[in-house]
């Protein structure tokens, strides 16, 4: 068998490389704390949300929704909190549920559906826990219909599941502030997670495409003529930098270019997603102009510049340090990867936005469109203008490196991870 | 300091230590004078490689100075480059560019207008690759990739001309023609050569000085005849035999 040797050599070739080795060994180090990271995160948001009391507003004073409300409480096992007024309610608890003054008649009257209002604050960008805040709403729904038919029950002295009355949870969002259907905050909520995704995973493809052509400029050996002509050895930099984020952009709109394809497509196949899309593109553009604001869509431009300009000088800084294009190769999936992971980070950790995060957010880039929604929510834009701040400088800080190390004899060596073999014998 | 520009080159007790602790050169004092062709040969890995990288701003030293024409290659590496040109030891080009691209541009970066395209027509003339400097550098044989860069380096026209091993990989002719090239550059148009090689023929037939490296640091150093005389050999290979015997 001929294969066997070629498929040897092969495979010793990825195994004896050590950047291969080293990317692995990192992917899994950076991802197992990230999810260690991510699991306290959710964990402490899990935990929290269990143990959360409720603030009730009762405007039906009838002795029949005391009954309901106690039954209610009772099964809650204590969470439900009377409360004077929404406003009261909302600057203690984070869900408050209002009884209106109609409750009892419309439970009286047959075919009627009770309406009930419900209010929820969110002050995280942690999806999990807005997710379960809205999932306690269902919950209460639920608890509400039960206590009815529990208390109707008692009084008639009949089997409670013989009574169903259809409550209508009517849900009302204030999300650092700002007041919004569930609707709208589940687009936004997207977009969170959405748009720092994209970025990253931009910034990595970036990076590699930077690294790749900064190897394979040494590798065809062109490059030390280069380093000896009489040229700043910043502007080789540069030009990579540009180069890259060309290649980047070619490609970008190519796959957007591609996605409106497969679309316009796929709508004249099927009319109805026809309405469906461009209802939901319509709607994410009002959101964006109505409750984020441009500034948030400017940040956003921004970061995609700024990650693209950190991201190449990064990917130049690996590229010229390795001393081929195989080293570089191996090493793209773990640069990759760790920008996607820090776009995922963030937000899933459910770190609140102050200071400290909005550094984290300038040095990483990827999750300031992020800071700059949250920011533009509360109307406090200190910790956007940090995050800009820190990204700024560290997109300086990274391209300083790159052109330091232009000026190193590691640019003409590459990083020795194995030993170099001596050459002489004679 | 007026006796450092007078040279080309001169290196004060030039040393490079690896990052891996081997040894490239040590305080290696180095002269090449103005208008001359020093040649710098020495068994494989006795520092000529080294020594000329560090001359050619790619690498830092360790210890010790270099100037070229009095300017500090360490200190000033840009003012440094714009007065020599560099040929490495493994010379390549950008694959997808044809020859005539890879001229342009490496001179582009030199010269502009005029200057430019003299330059260019020089360095095609000396490539003299016919036909062939308008396809991709991918199609190109060693030599041809060779001459190719030798081109570019020698159309430049700098004060100093860094060369290392510069016929490696020609046949005998084109080595010979190389030859010719790079002594007609130095005598019409005064420009320094530091050369490294191991062909002895080709040092004896082109230097006017040679400095013998062993394990990085010079033995000894002068014009061809003079060591020959000093030394007792009838051809340089005999005087490097002798000098690195002595060592033994
Ligand atoms: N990148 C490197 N890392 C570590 N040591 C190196 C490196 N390059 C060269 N050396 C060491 O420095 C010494 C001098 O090497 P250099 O390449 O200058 O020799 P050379 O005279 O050019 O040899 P050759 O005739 O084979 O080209 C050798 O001992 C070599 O092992
Ligand atoms: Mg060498």
Known sequence: MTLTPLLIREVKAFIKNPAFILSIVFIIGFYGILGRLMSTGIQTAVEQTLNMQIGVVLYDSSDFAVRVLSVANKTSGGRLQLVPSLEAGLSIYDIVVVIPSDFTIRVMELDKPINIESYIKINTISPVVSGAKTNIITVISDLIRKSISYVIAIERNIDPSLINKHVLMNTTLQVYGKIMKLEEYSTISFLMGFVPMMIAIIMGINAAYASQFTATEKVEKAFEMLLAQPIPRRNIVFAKIIGSIIASLLMGIAYFTGMFLILLSATTSTPNTIGNTTGLSVNIIEIVSGKIGFNALLVSIATIILGLIYSGALGITIGSIVSDERIAGALTAPIIFTFIGIGYALIFIGLPVNIITGVIAGITIAPLPVIALVSTMIGDFTVLTTSLLFAVLSTIVVMGIAIHIYNRDIVVLGLRISRFKLKERK | ?248
Request: proline letters at 3%; aromatic letters at 6%.
């Open chain 2, 1 to 248: 300091m007026s006796d450092i520009s007078e040279y080309a080159v001169l290196t004060k007790n030039l040393t490079k230590i690896y990052s891996s602790g081997s040894i490239g050169v040590k305080s290696l004092n180095l002269s090449v004078k103005s208008g001359e062709i020093y040649g710098l040969i020495g068994p494989n890995g006795s520092g000529k490689t080294t020594t000329l990288r560090i001359i050619a701003t790619l690498l830092k030293p360790t210890n010790g100075e270099v100037y070229v024409y009095g300017v500090d290659v360490v200190k000033n590496p840009l003012e440094a480059r714009k007065l020599m040109n560099y040929l490495p030891e493994e010379a390549g080009a950008y694959r997808d560019l044809t020859g005539l691209d890879f001229i342009k541009f490496m001179l582009s970066l030199r010269f502009t207008g005029r200057r430019l395209e003299e330059a260019i027509g020089e360095a095609i003339e000396i490539a003299d690759l016919g036909g062939d400097l308008k396809k991709p550098i991918r199609g190109y044989s060693k030599g041809m990739k060779r001459i190719l860069a030798l081109s570019t380096v020698l159309a430049s026209r700098p004060k100093l001309l860094v060369l290392d091993e510069p016929t490696i990989g020609l046949d005998v002719e084109r080595s010979i023609y190389v030859r010719n090239i790079i002594r007609r550059y130095n005598r019409e148009y005064g420009i320094t050569v530091l050369l490294s090689s191991h062909n002895m023929l080709e040092v004896e037939y082109l230097c006017n000085r040679v400095g013998i490296l062993y394990r990085g640091s010079l033995l000894i150093e002068g014009a061809i005849e003079e060591l020959k005389n000093r030394v007792g050999g009838v051809n340089l290979e005999e005087v490097f035999l002798k000098v690195k015997g002595e060592v033994h």
